[in-house]
């Protein structure tokens, strides 16, 4: 099992660097092929947005002026996209090669999230930017839609790229469906790890985790084990996190969304707290 195919999101955004960057340090290590996709916001769905009830006609100016505005930003994340491409060396390529790194650039138009779900279902793993404006904020349309709906591993990459990803993994295990899938995602990952962590809150009886130990060591993986009190007043999102850190850790695998998004929204959670809180490059599966 390997990584061969890799999606990263250009949005544009600030958020778009981090995973150009990490898309391409991921396909570099794995020899795989990396597509940058833009979508463009459609104008057409801006007006329906931005009616009145009244059927008010928006200015023709307008509506040109926002396609030019579109156009430039396309033009400027598509550069940006070939030049972190062209600086780890990776060959742009209209179908990926036989083996060795490929890169590929992408442009659709229409509601961002359900674009990218739709064409993350095609991709081993799917990069999505961490931008520094929205840390806090209670959850993302495009990355719930994305993990929820596309069925794929979700790489979530901070704005700014750290000096290492997954040379140290923490794994957060609690024994879940979503658990055991995020760690048969995450092996290639694990196999190239110079250390990994299994991180469990509170008792860890029957988790098993003496057979995600064992599992690991017949990958070729040495790992371990810390198994962590629970804290008072802290979720378990934020303990994994500040655990994973402790442990030097540059990349948090987990499970996500294990109880519906709809119930984290009421409910609170660790995947919202993380996705909410961390700056730390994340892995996440449904």
């Not at 033009?75 to 990776?90: D, Y």
Request: proline fraction near 5%; charge should be neutral; glycine fraction near 10%.
């Amino acid at each position: 099992m390997t990584i061969k195919s890799i999606l990263a999101a250009a949005s544009g955004g600030s958020a778009s660097d981090g995973a150009i960057e990490a898309a391409c340090r991921l396909a570099t290590r794995f020899e795989a092929h990396v597509e940058g996709l833009h979508v463009r916001a459609d104008a057409t769905q801006l007006i329906m947005a931005a009616g009145d009830g009244f059927g008010m006609p928006i200015a023709g100016e307008f509506i040109d002026k926002f396609n030019e505005d579109v156009t430039a930003a396309a033009k400027k994340t598509k550069a940006a996209f070939e030049a972190t491409v062209k600086r780890h060396g990776i060959p742009m390529a209209a179908k990926p090669p036989k083996a060795g790194t490929s890169a590929a650039w992408r442009e659709e138009t229409g509601y961002a999230p359900a674009v990218l779900t739709r064409r993350a279902r095609f991709f081993d793993l799917v990069v999505l930017g961490r931008s520094d404006r929205v840390v806090d904020e209670p959850h993302s349309d495009a990355i719930e839609q994305t993990l929820i709906g596309s069925g794929r591993p979700v790489f979530l990459a901070p704005a700014k790229p750290p000096a290492s990803v997954g040379e140290s993994v923490a794994l957060g295990w609690n024994g879940s469906a979503e658990a055991v899938r995020a760690l048969a995602a995450a092996l290639p990952l694990l196999t190239t790890a110079r250390a990994v962590i299994i991180i469990s809150i509170g008792n860890a009886s029957g988790l098993d985790v003496d057979g995600v130990v064992e599992y690991l060591g017949w990958q070729g993986v040495s790992a371990r084990h810390r198994q962590v009190a629970p804290v008072v007043g802290a979720g378990a999102g934020q303990q994994l996190l500040s655990t994973a850190r402790e442990e030097s850790a540059d990349l948090l695998v987990m499970g996500g969304y294990g109880r519906g998004p709809w119930r984290e929204m009421f409910f609170g959670g660790a995947t919202r707290e993380l996705v909410a809180a961390s700056l730390l490059p994340l892995m996440l599966v449904h």
